[in-house]
């Protein structure tokens, strides 16, 4: 029946509600109310429609938030508020997202973990203005009607939008770069020929201390400081070249007597040749400073061998053998005594850079050939006897021996790596190179030096010299060097 249809629909309809009387019916009841439905419609309450039933339903909803969802009403007073707007009817239908976009958060344990999401302080306020403003007339509704795809696309392209200053700074800090990069490359354009020829060099100067890292009497570590140190004490510990003008007494010939016959005594107490070097040095320095009458140069030259050998040999002789080779001519009180005055002299420096020191620093890069080595030697003691070697340091008398030494023995030319190691190139050496070979070519005038190189044990190394210089020496001598020399012996 049609009646009892709708009834119970509208029953159905209003089964849920809380606030109405329960109008559940069953087919008994049905046909009761059928039958007395005639009789009583003038008397009962018409029933609710469904329009009116969606009413009470909506009107439950509304006061349902209204009184438990506090959190909503407090959003949208503070929304509507800030805006100077009604609040809105549809309370419960602001999204979160819709908030976080208008710039409205609260400070909740819950939404403070969403603020990395969000905008950043100094941006909050340029977002709340573009929220506020209207677009085509719509105001905040329109705003809230925008789809998720939109704004998150365009919250995307604002995170990932580099601020103003950021992008000046960048194009300040190109173009410095941009200005170094070009000083840079000027700075290497002008420096570059020396640099090739530095690294060309370096390329072919061969690392002859490295070998001897593990070996620590070698001292690889400190060797170049070690011969810087000493090429700096040359210049300390040279004589005056012409100190024989304020020597009465003395001549060049003399001295180079004096010296010939220390060879003598060094030879015969089988000294180091370090004390002979130092020996002679002591010498020149002194008569440089003091004038000394000729009965007493040879106390002078026994004294100096004294102190040297006292400086350098692990065990010296006594004074007494010092007497006795002098013939008895001193005492022993008068050499101790001379030793006394010829240290305060010479204020007791015997920082003297000896020769060997740089012969054997050379012969490590001509592959310690022992011939050269040897030949060097005696090379190097002409310097002893020839007055004019003193106007040279003793690194240059070492380097212009082992290549004079090198080019009778055909060792091959002076490269790089001598060259590195010498400290001098073939143009430096040259005027001293002529000096040795003028010394070889004349007549023998000291005899124990002559004799003592030309045994067996160095090699016969005066008699080889000294047939080479006779043969080669009209390629490097020149006849004015043989007249000035002629002129200083004739003293």
């Keep these: 029946m049609p009646p009892a249809r709708s009834l119970r629909q509208r029953a159905t309809t209003n089964e849920n509600d809380e606030n109405g009387p329960s109008t559940r019916l069953t087919r008994a009841k049905a046909a009761a109310l059928s039958a007395a439905d005639a009789s009583n419609a003038a008397t009962k309450k018409p029933l609710q429609s469904k329009k009116s039933s969606n009413a009470v339903a909506n009107t439950a909803q509304r006061r349902r938030p209204a009184l438990g969802d506090v959190s909503n009403v407090a959003k949208t007073e503070t929304v509507d508020a800030k805006d100077g707007k009604k609040p809105a009817a549809k309370v419960g239908l ?130 170049v400081e070690i011969f810087d140190y000493l090429r700096e004490l040359e210049l300390e510990t040279l004589p005056n070249p012409d100190y024989i003008e304020h020597q009465p007494d003395l001549e060049w010939k003399m001295r180079g007597i004096l010296v010939d016959w220390l060879i003598e005594v060094h030879t015969r107490f089988r000294l180091l040749p370090e004390t002979l070097f130092l020996a002679v040095n002591i010498i020149d320095r002194f008569l440089s400073a003091e004038v000394v009458a000729l009965d007493r140069l040879q106390l002078v030259g026994v004294t100096a061998m004294f102190i040297a050998s006292k400086y350098e040999e692990v065990l010296s002789p006594h004074v007494v053998n010092f007497s006795h080779v002098a013939d008895d001519a001193f005492t022993d009180k008068e050499i101790l005594e001379a030793e006394r005055h010829v240290l305060a002299t010479l204020d007791y420096n015997m920082s003297f850079p000896n020769p060997m020191n740089f012969l054997r620093r050379i012969s490590k890069a001509d592959n ?44 091959g030319p002076w490269d790089a790596t001598l060259t590195h190691y010498s400290g001098y190139t073939e143009e430096e050496i040259d005027p001293v190179f002529r000096l040795m070979i003028d010394y070889l070519h004349r007549p023998v005038a000291h005899e124990a030096f002559f004799k003592k190189y030309a045994s067996k044990k160095f090699l016969k190394a005066s008699i080889v010299t000294r047939q080479w210089a006779k043969k080669y020496h009209s390629l490097y001598i020149k006849s004015a060097l043989n007249e000035s020399y002629n002129q200083v012996s004739s003293r």
């Design 94 to 223: 602001t999204s979160k997202a819709t908030a976080q976009a208008g710039g409205v958060q609260k400070l909740t344990r819950t939404n403070s973990s969403r603020t990395a999401l969000g905008v950043k302080d100094n941006n909050s306020k340029k977002a709340v203005a573009e929220t506020k403003k209207p677009e085509n007339g719509s105001g905040v509704g329109s705003a809230m009607k925008r789809s998720s795809s939109q704004k998150s696309a365009k919250e995307e392209a604002f995170h990932n939008e580099e601020p103003p200053r950021k992008k000046v700074d960048i194009e300040k800090e190109k173009k410095t770069t941009t200005e170094n990069e070009e000083q840079t490359i000027k700075e290497e354009e002008a420096a570059v020929e020396p640099a090739k020829i530095k690294e060309t060099m370096d390329n072919a100067v061969a690392d002859l201390d490295a070998e001897d890292l593990d070996d620590p009497l070698m001292a690889a570590e400190y060797v």
């Design 368 to 411: 310690y050939d022992i011939q050269t080595r040897t030949l060097g030697k005696y090379l190097m003691e002409i310097s002893l006897l020839d007055h004019r070697f003193m106007v040279y340091r003793q690194s240059h008398v070492a380097a212009a021996a082992m290549y004079l030494a090198r080019l009778i023995l055909d060792r």
